[in-house]
């Protein structure tokens, strides 16, 4: 009998008290420096939606990668500076041994029956059944967890084609087949590259800071179930170490999951 | 002699202790509730520039709109979790009698002469010459205090055409001719008026989180001075009591000053 899902291990929590939980790192998830971002993204929104007193579902999250975090344990802590009515704001920090690695914010919040509509359309695509998956040889032990079908601004078996244009367009699920819920959202937000890859090949980078807004509830990622989600990602701009990118993670249904921001560091 | 700018006057900061610093509201800046979100974003950006130890210049700011801040005075504690080499992360609160109406991270950081290349482009607009400034009847007291000329997507004079498109693009510079600094780029980043009422009308909405990415230097910001800034902001997705808004800012030479992310929440 299989164990618990890589990412369903990475979330597990022990309470410290009401305002600590405690996790650790989990190989699997090995980035090139530390974690995968996109594996303490979901562990900082697991920590704040498994507060007793969290209200509603995530709208937003900031993270800010602050120092490497080591391979062991790590606690973090989280607070609620602020409840209203239908929203309420998190501050969580992710720490080792007194350090700060990671700082969040986070708003969660009740969403109503009310007027709703698309603005952005989704990039075109093959449907993913016809593009093939990408090779994780030469890649991060993460990247494995995932099942990345490249439409456009490929980075598979750790090649890159370097080009003028910033912009990967990929299917993505996850390869064991794991439902989507929140924290799995917030992970998928970092699944991109650093956009500087497609500009300069592979030079030195990291991300910073990353946030998310969540533009659909519980009931509609439980319909999304395993399926590929569709991402896009481009920069608007490289300036003299720093870059940002912008995402967008579709359904296969044409729904907006979430949109997706982050401000990267790079050299060369 | 005329006194200070009212831009100047919103962010003059009484220093409490090291960490801690005192403010007031301004009534030139009151919006419908409470001041303008974007003078909350700049006076959260001064408080962490004004501190002795930072580092380098403004790369990303997130700010979380809490609660309403009265009129009256605030207090402003901001700390560094994080001090690297060449980056540096804070975390802000701003209280009014204990209660904290408004969270904040930033990313500061020393940018090196490296690569850079904007891959965004800039929005077609008429130069601000040719567009009329838009009339600030009926609308907020801060609104007076901007030179603002739609090129599309208006709001003047309170009057909005409900439409099909969340777009809106326009010429902004401070009426009084003061120059931009980083906290006055804050200011604009919360310029537009909410998405929604572009296809609804006016409804009551609010901002609820705001991350700004700082794309250049002083030097640059010097070199615009009190010029029109070309600012063009959008929606993706409008979702039972949430939309998301997405903004640039250009400047009239085609450099991508800041680019600007937020989740609003509306009724109706």
């Known amino acids: 009998m299989p164990g618990p899902h890589a990412l369903d291990r990475a979330l597990e929590l022990e309470v410290v008290d009401a305002d600590v939980v405690r996790g650790r790192t989990r190989p ?7 974690p995968f971002g996109g594996i303490t993204a979901a562990v900082l929104l697991r ?4 507060h007793p007193d969290r209200l509603g579902e995530p709208v937003a999250l900031t993270v800010n990668f602050a120092a490497p975090i080591v391979d062991g344990e790590f606690e973090i802590s989280r607070r609620a500076p602020r409840t209203n009515r ?3 704001h998190w501050i969580a920090e992710l720490s080792q041994d007194g350090d700060v690695k990671t700082t969040a914010t986070a708003v969660f919040g009740i969403r109503r029956d009310t007027w ?3 603005q952005a359309t989704s990039p075109e695509a093959p449907p993913p059944e016809q593009v093939a998956r990408s ?3 030469n890649l991060p032990t993460w990247v494995r967890l995932y099942d ?13 084609d370097v080009g003028p244009s910033s912009t990967t367009t990929l299917w993505v699920r996850d390869a064991a ?6 924290p799995a959202i917030a992970a998928v937000s970092d699944i991109f590259f650093p956009r500087v890859f497609l500009r300069r090949g592979m030079v030195p980078s990291g991300t910073i800071s990353l946030t998310t807004y969540f533009h659909v509830g519980q009931p509609h990622l439980d319909a999304l179930g395993a399926d590929y989600i569709l991402g896009t990602a481009h920069a608007n701009r490289f300036d003299r170490g720093f870059f940002d990118q912008s995402a967008q993670l579709w359904s296969r249904d044409g729904a907006l999951v979430a949109t997706t921001y982050q401000i990267v560091y790079f050299k060369g």
């Open 177 to 182: 087949g794991r439902p989507v819920d929140f």
């Open 28 to 34: 699997e998830w090995a980035n090139m420096v530390g």
């Open 116 to 118: 709703s509509d698309t």
């Open 86 to 88: 239908t929203n309420q």
């Open 135 to 137: 090779d994780h040889e």
């Open 148 to 160: 990345m079908r490249f439409a456009e601004g490929s980075f598979s078996g750790g090649h890159v």
């Open 47 to 50: 920590a704040i939606e498994s």
